[in-house]
């Protein structure tokens, strides 16, 4: 799309009529020579030098004007997913993989997760990408984006200490609502960081039920385990208490699996799993999408100067070339002497 | 004679230095910040003709947004309970507008983790937070302490300030402030028996407690206080706020006051940082070439130098001692009279 700095300068595009009705060089009155034979060169400078004019001055207005290519998005194919990422903000993600605050040695859960997604979007140039966080309450962080600049500074900011508790349930309903600024062709995918989980109330598993079929979405999620925990995969030894109110994660990875949707838990207990779950999803989320690229404006008026410049060249030229007509006069019939 | 040639000539020179795209460097200050969003109950209250301060501060920071300088840097942050909460530390505004409107627009009351308002200890981890990133905070806010602040005030500020503004947000008059169930269904209004009124009870009594009623030295040292009040009510608590900024060497203005006077103020309270940006002349530079090329048509199509109208005199009245001045003039015509007209019916040639 084409626009204007400057639109109202297009008013003076009408001068641009003048070199029609006026001549640039001299005319000068001399008899009749209309009955000298016409030659091609008068011809060609006869009809060039009006539309040398036509062009200069239109041109310069144009380049006045200052015209340029709205920059915008454009449709692009790529390699990759619409992808939403769901961090979990509660305050034990700081603490490291062995349960402990961190000391120098060390790195926290989320820092880990920090570093780990930052290399994994930085290999992936063409996903749409949406970050949202939930603690108590769902946060939602970055809208679907395709600006890696955003996506960085989003996960960066990410490293402030955490909130409060863990409310799953609602952080993966946003994760799944923001699903709808995904675009239509190519694969939508859910990941989601976290190292624990809660009891997911009844109507907010109904509701995510609901948003699992409607938005069909691939569901992954990175169970950070804390040293001791227990495995998710597992129902641990026969006799031992298994309910949602004990062992919370198991019970989510099962409700999870009930969802109807593509569905798989990676279990870290350290940087290089993590490495290695984010490696693994990578290679399952890569798949033809249509999106978007930036470009940016782009200024047209130095093309309409240097035109604006070749036609008043043009013009020069004639200028330079140009002698005054001066009829040789008889000889006087008399000569002084 | 050389001026007919000159200007033309002077007229692709111009348009040739357009086309270069010259320009003057100039120093341009931007400033970045971290503008931090008050997400509490009270920023629900509908008095900014009629919208939500939320959706007014959303609409307003938008707006704002967009009419800054590019180079210049935003992040966001929201702040509920006692600290704030960074969405993305600051990004350049003109390339990731449409991330910031998108994050901003997503603003909304339901993020709050906790219900309480903190004004005083959100605005100081916002600032500890902003000086981390090493830019200026803007926090915008209504002021509504809730619970209310203990009878000393708020705690003063420690630690170094990296300047900027507070954004006051409301109306003058208090207003009611919705009330919301479990699902974030509007169900009416906060009644005076829904919030605490009285100050928190830490720290030292205030000093009329004695005359309290209920006043007991021992046993309930702050006396009956906490009868009635208008804590249920909310607006801009303008003058509380203009005491925090000035504490806190920050500036304090009405987000309504509009874009323009925000960018003044920044300038005032908060550390810029300058980019050098070059402002194209080429505009001026063409329109001066377009002006001196329309002026050279109207005026040159059919100029006579000294020596034609000379000529002309000579034609029509006298030959004598013409030729003999200007022989060479006739000489150099005679070769170029080539290219000439070719209308029979006009005896007007064209010579070059």
């Not at chain 2, 309290?212 to 608590?237: A, I, K, M, T, V």
């Not at chain 2, 203005?253 to 003044?264: S, T, V």
């Not at chain 2, 005199?313 to 070769?335: N, P």
Request: hydrophobic share 40%.
């Amino acid at each position: 799309m084409m626009a204007f700095f400057h639109p109202y300068v297009l008013f003076a595009l009408p001068f641009a009529l003048l070199p029609l009705g006026l001549r640039w060089l001299r005319s000068f009155d001399v008899p009749r020579l209309g009955s000298r034979p016409v030659d091609a060169r008068s011809r060609l400078i006869d009809r060039g030098l009006p539309i040398a004019g036509f062009i200069a001055i239109s041109s310069l207005v144009l380049g006045v004007s200052g015209p340029y290519l709205k920059g915008g998005s454009v449709p692009y194919r790529g390699q990759g997913s619409n992808l939403v990422v769901l961090i979990d903000r509660s305050s034990s993600m700081d603490d490291s993989f062995a349960g402990r605050t961190p000391d120098g040695g060390e790195e926290s859960k989320s820092a880990a997760a920090r570093r780990i997604l930052q290399d994994f979007i930085a290999g992936r140039p063409d996903d749409r990408i949406g970050i949202a966080a939930f603690s108590t309450a769902p946060l939602q962080v970055l809208p679907m984006t395709t600006s890696r600049s955003a996506i960085r500074a989003a996960i960066d900011a990410q490293a402030e200490r955490g909130l409060s508790q863990t409310d799953v349930g609602r952080g993966l309903a946003l994760a799944m609502e923001m699903m709808r600024d995904s675009t239509t062709v190519g694969s939508r995918a859910v990941v989601m960081v976290s190292d624990g989980a809660a009891v997911i109330a009844p109507d907010v598993q109904k509701q995510l039920r609901e948003l699992a079929l409607e938005q069909q979405v691939n569901l992954y999620w990175l169970y950070l385990r804390t040293e001791g925990a227990k495995s998710i995969f597992d129902d641990g030894a026969p006799g031992e208490a298994n309910t949602a109110q004990t062992r919370p994660e198991r019970h989510l990875h099962l409700f999870l699996q009930r969802l109807g949707i593509t569905y798989r838990a990676f279990e870290a207990e350290g940087p290089e799993a993590v490495q290695q779950a984010i490696d693994e999803i990578g290679k399952m989320e890569t798949r033809p999408i249509l999106t978007e690229r930036m470009i940016p404006r782009r200024d047209l008026d130095w093309i309409c100067y240097l035109l604006a410049a070749a036609a008043a060249g043009i013009l020069t030229l004639a200028r330079w070339l140009e002698r005054p007509y001066a009829p040789v006069m008889p000889a006087p019939l008399m000569r002084r002497s | 004679m050389r001026w007919r040639v000159v200007l033309p000539a002077t007229v692709t020179g111009l348009a040739l230095l357009a086309a270069l795209g010259l320009g003057i460097p100039r120093k341009q200050h931007l400033t970045d910040a971290l503008v931090v969003v008050d997400i509490t109950r009270s920023m629900n209250v509908r008095d900014m003709q009629g919208e939500s301060r939320l959706d007014y501060v959303r609409r307003a920071l938008r707006d704002w947004i967009a009419a800054r300088p590019c180079g210049s840097r935003i992040g966001l942050a929201l702040f509920t309970e006692r600290r704030s909460v960074t969405l993305f530390e600051p990004v350049e505004i003109c390339a990731d507008f449409s991330s910031v409107a998108g994050s901003l627009a997503g603003l909304d009351w339901r993020m709050a983790w906790e219900g309480d308002s903190m004004i005083s200890k959100g605005l100081d981890y916002s600032l500890d937070r902003a000086r981390e990133l090493g830019v200026p905070l803007i926090f915008v806010t209504d002021g509504h302490e809730a619970p209310p602040l203990p009878y000393a005030g708020p705690a003063g500020f420690a630690g170094d300030s990296p300047g900027g503004l507070i954004l006051g947000v409301g109306g003058d008059a208090p207003a009611p402030i919705p009330k919301f169930d479990d699902l974030g269904r509007e169900v009416g209004f906060y009644d005076p028996e829904d919030v605490q009124h009285a100050p928190a009870r830490i720290g030292a009594p205030p000093s009329d407690a004695s005359e309290r009623p209920g006043y007991h030295p021992r046993n309930n040292p702050y006396g009956e206080s906490d009868l009635e009040g208008n804590e249920h009510l909310s607006e801009l608590r303008q003058v509380y706020l203009q005491d925090l900024a000035e504490d806190r060497e920050l500036g304090f203005l009405r987000l309504a006051d509009g874009g323009a006077a925000i960018d003044r103020a920044l300038l005032q309270y908060a550390p810029t940082h300058s980019v050098r940006v070059t402002r194209s002349l080429s505009p001026l530079i063409g329109a001066a070439g377009l002006l001196l090329l329309i002026a050279l048509w109207l005026a040159g199509h059919r100029g006579f130098t000294r020596t034609e109208r000379r000529f002309h005199d000579y034609r029509t009245h006298s030959h004598r001692g013409f030729l003999r001045r200007h022989i060479g003039v006739v000489g150099k015509s005679a070769r170029s009279y080539a290219a000439t007209g070719r209308r029979d019916s006009d005896n007007r040639g064209r010579a070059l």
